[in-house]
């Protein structure tokens, strides 16, 4: 059962702290997208990638976060230095292309203090 | 250009009764269009899409949406709610180069 992993499913950090968010695509898929999602600004893209090259990572802020793919098999969510408003769910989906239907991962729940 | 409106941001009806969520889209493109459904601390999950076949379009679970050009809209519907259905409801539309998400409608299912 092809599913989208992501790790660490909750995370609790102090502010200030770097915080890694990891995600596996699903084996296949050429488009991989990040997501946050809180309860006042909802499901807000960040950066999506295809065939591992970035493409639009406007909805990022550019001081503290950045998004890589590694390999095919990796994409990664860095933020640095973390802080309390950057308490979020984090979603990463993934797809065969950018019009397509999308997989997500079941969510990295952030809580920075 | 592209946007996605979600008409109510709670729908709230009674298990065995009709279930109706309302969406309005506009695009420059002939756009794919989708639902997904999110359960408490859960991923998001495909309910159904439309890419221009047919204009009634059948998802998982009992649910289905009408394509309606004229009107611009996908709403979703389902003949009878049940419990489970409690989650919230994203349309979605879609081009080649942007997704965007509504705002979502979370649906309250009462016994």
């Known amino acids: 059962d092809a599913r989208v992993t992501q790790t660490p499913r909750h995370k609790v950090t102090e502010m200030g702290q770097e915080v890694t968010m990891r995600c596996q695509p699903i084996?296949?898929?050429?488009?991989v997208f990040w997501y946050r999602q809180t309860m006042m600004q909802g499901l807000e893209l960040l950066a999506y990638f295809r065939n591992r090259a970035p493409l639009d990572d406007s909805g990022m802020p550019k001081d503290r976060f950045s998004a890589e793919m590694p390999d095919a098999t990796l994409a990664t969510l860095k933020i640095q230095p973390s802080e309390p408003r950057d308490s979020a769910v984090y979603f990463c989906?993934?797809?065969?292309?950018?019009?397509?239907?999308?997989?997500f991962g079941e969510g990295s729940r952030l809580t920075v203090l | 250009a592209q946007s996605v409106t979600q008409l109510d941001s709670h729908v709230s009806v009674s298990e065995g009764t009709p279930v109706l969520l309302r969406c309005n889209y506009s695009?420059?493109?002939?756009?794919?269009l989708f639902w997904y459904v999110q359960h408490p601390n859960k991923g998001l999950q495909l309910l159904l899409k439309y890419t221009s076949a047919a204009t009634l379009v059948k998802g998982i679970n009992g649910f289905e949406a009408e394509f309606k050009k004229s009107e611009t809209s996908f709403h979703l519907t389902k003949p009878s709610a049940h419990m489970s259905d409690a989650a919230e409801y994203f349309c979605v539309v879609s081009a080649p180069g942007k997704t965007i998400f509504g705002a979502g409608t979370r649906l309250f299912v009462k016994a």
């Open positions: 989906a993934s797809g065969l292309n950018m019009a397509g239907e999308l997989f």
């Open positions: 084996l296949g898929h050429n488009t």
């Open positions: 695009s420059s493109y002939s756009p794919s």
